[in-house]
């Protein structure tokens, strides 16, 4: 509160004599509306006159409209010493906001100086970091040109020894490859004519080899020839066996669904249609469609009732009866 006082010393003076002011207004609270009254006698004098009603009512009405004027005049100077209040409260209440305000101001200022100051010095500490840097670096540079300088002159003395020793190995390369050549060609003749003879006799096992599996072929060829008239013989004779056999159970199976059959009314002569069976071993009926229908669907459906009545359908009992799991007839009961 003080400091807000020292910081804003006119403002602080301006509210106390506001302040001053009302309290000696409402402690002296002056009506200055209210009409000097003369002051009484104490003689009391008694005069008689003669009253005149009209005038007496006409009297008392004035009275009356200057006790509603003074009464309206004390209300309006309420009203307006109010107003006066209520304008000095808002005034003082809008100083203290300005005084906060200024405050609030004056502290984001100092705590902007002081971001200022803050980033000046790790500025400038960064200037000094770069200065330390740079001069390192610089000293680096120099140590590595020198060491530089150090390496280039040893990689040129041990390059010239390089060179040195390569030539007295390359003398010595040189002698050892005419050697090798020498030697590497006699072992070529030497293998070059131990090949020739391996060639030779590879050549001859070859042929001989080949007149072997020749003969062998050739028993191989014939006795599968053999083998397969055998066979194809064989597969002939199984697959009429198989035709024969198959031919018999399609047949004893039209026959005992014939024997089944109930003939219906309105089915007439001369119909005939194609079903498709599907069977289970020992012949168990599982199912049972019209593929080609007779045109009568009474007759249709008679038909595929014989089929279920003659369950079981007889079937070959050995791998013949893969064939009858799914079979396929024309049912004609006027044959």
Not at 23 to 35: K, R
Not at 153 to 178: D, F, G, H, I, V
Not at 307 to 331: G, T
Request: aromatic content about 4%.
């Amino acid at each position: 509160m003080f400091q807000i006082i020292r910081d804003n010393p006119k403002a602080a003076a301006k509210a106390l004599l506001m302040h001053l002011a009302i309290i000696v207004f409402l402690i002296v609270g002056v009506d200055w509306l209210e009409t000097p009254k003369p002051v009484e006698s104490g003689v009391e004098v008694v005069q008689a006159h003669m009253v005149d009603q009209a005038l007496v009512t006409a009297e008392l009405e004035k009275m009356q409209q200057a006790e509603t004027q003074r009464m309206a005049a004390e209300a309006a100077a309420r009203e307006q010493q109010e107003q006066q209040l209520e304008k000095i409260k808002n005034q003082q209440q809008d100083e203290r906001k300005r005084l906060e305000e200024l405050q609030q101001q004056r502290r984001i200022e100092e705590k902007n100086r002081a971001a200022d100051a803050e980033k000046q010095r790790q500025i400038e500490q960064q200037r000094k970091l770069e200065e330390q840097r740079l001069a390192d670096a610089r000293a680096k540079r120099l140590e590595e040109e020198e060491q530089r300088k150090k390496l280039e002159a040893t990689a040129l003395a041990e390059q010239k020894k390089r060179e040195a020793e390569k030539s007295a190995l390359a003398a010595e390369q040189k002698k050892r490859a005419a050697e090798e050549e020498k030697r590497r060609r006699a072992e070529e003749e030497k293998k070059r004519k131990e090949e020739a003879a391996r060639k030779a006799e590879q050549e001859k096992k070859r042929k001989e080899e080949a007149a072997r599996k020749a003969e062998e072929e050739a028993r191989r060829k014939a006795e599968a020839a053999r083998k397969a008239r055998e066979a194809e013989l064989e597969s002939a004779m199984q697959a009429e066996h198989n035709a024969r056999v198959r031919d018999r159970f399609m047949l004893q199976i039209q026959q005992k669904v014939i024997a089944n059959w109930v003939r219906l009314d309105g089915t007439g002569d001369g119909l005939k249609c194609k079903l498709r069976v599907r069977l289970a071993k020992g012949g168990s009926v599982l199912a049972v469609s019209v593929i080609e229908s007779s045109g009568s669907g009474t007759f249709d459906r008679s038909a595929e009732a014989a089929v279920y009545k003659a369950d079981p359908l007889p079937v070959p009992e050995d791998d013949l009866f893969e064939q009858f799991r799914d079979i396929i007839f024309v049912f004609d009961p006027n044959r």
